[in-house]
């Protein structure tokens, strides 16, 4: 406390002189009103002060709320009542002993109320003013176009012009800060419209409950593929965030000749958490055949292949269901020791859902933003290093997925009923 190192300065400066002992015995009492040991009609009687009218106004006023300092100037003018040096009170209270003097000229010439901003307790500021408020809410709530504006939203500036023209409460200009405080001590923001990401499938929470249910039972011979495509996606010069020098400024041209697409047919293994996949030129009904097959000769160990994907048409074709059937066939199955495929479809629009979502948004991060591939081939090849390198990752550390090394990922690859795995910028990505 400051008052601790003024007795310091004191007590290092001992003097054997009136002025040393006033000073020092004023600070040993200073600190005790400021700790709350010692009430401030003690210290009156203590000292012997007469209780006038001013040291009265300055008692009562110790119960009124602080106004820009008015508590601080209150202490300062009552220590100065009792005695205190004004020497003392300037060092302690870092103020100028000019700013002290003022401050009990003031005092005696009744400008007491002054001092403690008086006029402002009682004042109740314009925005709080339920008339101005209640003409406020009366024209919020009215859309732009019945005042005559050729806009969809309110504005602080066009609420303020409607208010001072035509619904004007007070005398007073009504100004936009005015409105802005008014606004907000009514409990209205000004926000931006959110896009959400909704399903308006009507079997939504069976289909989920279906999908959760199989999750829990997974056996040691069972595994769970999220699937979907990745693509097409261009081969050009592409931008993202990028560190330049100060006064660069990194920058792409919009219309570029594309030196190739690539499209992904992809599964994630949520148990392991290991991706498969292979690159299509088309996404359709034969693409996805050929995934089927593909899962079933790479896991012809397990017992049961769960599949889980969007509502892709293709995903669910007449084409794909009947050859579908043909590699669950028992004698087909039994002769070639191969596992049953089951399908577990999400619910409409519910990719947020797919975990496989959020591995693609992570690649994207990794090797497809900022990249200027010459050619198919060396997109391919960096697509492969990045999930090669994933999958070794995760079959080295089973329990440490989520956000250890593959932080861009945006969500952890399990599946979950909060999940946004879909980055709102992936699917937005053009073959030209």
Known sequence: MKVNKLIEVLEQQKLNSDLWKTLFHQSILLRKIEMGEISWERVVAITGTKLDAELKSILLARQLPDIRGSKQRNFILFLRKIGFSVSLLAEYFGHSKRHIRRLEE???????????????????PLFKNSNVQNAISEILHQPPSLFGINRTTWTIDLLASVVENTKKPVEQKITNTIVSHAIRDMGYKFRKTKEVLTSNDPDYRSKLKNITNTLNRLGPYDRFFSIDEYGPVSVRHRGGRIRVKKGERAVVDQYQNPKGKVIMTAALELRNNQMSYFYSLKKDSEEMIRLADFLQQKYHYCRYLYFSWDAASWHSSSIFLKELDKLNDWDYRNKNQLPKIILKPLPARAQ??????????????????????????????????????????????????????????????????????????FGKINPA
């Open 106 to 124: 003031r005092l005696h010439n009744g400008k007491f109320k002054k001092i403690l901003h008086f006029n402002k307790r009682n004042k109740i």
């Open 352 to 425: 947020f859902l797919n975990v496989i979502e959020s591995v693609f948004s992570g690649m994207s991060n990794s090797v497809i933003q900022n990249s200027n591939y010459d050619s198919v081939d060396e997109m391919k090849n960096a697509i492969d290093r990045y999930f090669a390198e994933r999958n070794n990752f995760f079959r080295q550390n089973q329990h440490s997925a989520g956000n250890k090394i593959w932080g861009r990922e945006r969500t952890k690859p399990t599946f979950s009923v909060s999940n946004n795995c879909k980055t709102p910028f």
